[in-house]
Nanobody, 122 residues
Framework: QVQLVESGGELVQPGASLTLSCAVS????????VGWFRQAPGKEREPVAG????????FYAPSVAGRFTISRDNAKSMVYLQMNNLKSDDTAVYYC???????????????WGQGTQVTVSS
C-alpha cells in the first residue's frame, strides 16, 4: 500500500526559499507520477507541479513557473519541491499525491499525503 508523508513546511518571510519533501512508501514508487497541490483557506485545492515516473515530463502552475522546481529521487523514493522567491500568495497547505500518470487533475491521483503548512509572512 502506498503512503505519502510531506515535510518541510514552515513560516518564512517573503523572498525566502524552502524545500518540501514527499516520502513515498511502498515498492511501486517508480511506477508512480507525483503531483504537488496546495490549498489556501477558503480556496479550492489547486495543482502546483507534477513529475512523471521517469522525470522526463513536468508541469507547473503559471503562478509558480520560474520560481518552483519539482524533482524526484527514485533511489530514495522521494519527491521534492524547491520553492524560491516565496510570496504571501504561496501561503497554503501543500499536499503531494501519487497516481498512474502526470496530470493537473487531482482526480487522477488516488493517494494523498496529509499536507504540510507553508506560511509566507513578514
Amino acid at each position: 500500500q502506498v503512503q505519502l508523508v510531506e515535510s518541510g513546511g514552515e513560516l518564512v518571510q517573503p523572498g525566502a526559499s524552502l524545500t518540501l519533501s514527499c516520502a513515498v512508501s511502498g515498492d511501486t514508487f517508480t511506477l508512480l507520477a507525483v503531483g504537488w497541490f496546495r490549498q489556501a483557506p477558503g480556496k479550492e485545492r489547486e495543482p502546483v507541479a507534477g513529475i512523471s515516473q521517469s522525470a522526463h515530463n513536468t508541469f507547473y502552475a503559471p503562478s509558480v513557473a520560474g520560481r518552483f522546481t519539482i524533482s524526484r529521487d527514485n533511489a530514495k523514493s522521494m519527491v521534492y519541491l524547491q520553492m524560491n522567491n516565496l510570496k504571501s500568495d504561496d501561503t497554503a497547505v501543500y499536499y503531494c499525491a501519487a497516481g498512474p500518470t502526470i496530470s493537473r487533475n487531482r482526480a487522477v491521483y488516488p493517494t494523498w499525503g496529509q499536507g504540510t503548512q507553508v506560511t509566507v509572512s513578514s
